[in-house]
């Protein structure tokens, strides 16, 4: 199960791009905060948390 795991993330990984283009739409108050929340929650090393 591991390999298929690992095989079907290898695309993903290898195809892998980072885009530049942006407008100049402003970005919604609600989707900053969404996003800073998400942060709040993402792991850090060793647990070291600002």
Same mark, same amino acid.
């Given at each position: /199960?591991?390999?298929?795991? /690992?095989?079907?993330? /290898?695309?993903? &990984?290898?195809? +892998?791009? *980072?885009? +530049?283009?942006?407008? *100049?739409?402003?970005? *919604?108050?609600?989707? &900053? &905060?969404? /996003?800073?929340?998400?942060?709040?929650?993402?792991? *850090?090393?060793?647990?070291?948390?600002?």
């Amino acid at each position: /199960m591991e390999k298929e795991k /690992m095989n079907s993330a /290898m695309p993903c &990984i290898l195809n +892998r791009r *980072s885009v +530049r283009a942006y407008t *100049s739409e402003e970005v *919604s108050k609600d989707a &900053i &905060i969404q /996003m800073l929340t998400a942060a709040n929650w993402a792991p *850090s090393g060793n647990n070291m948390q600002p």
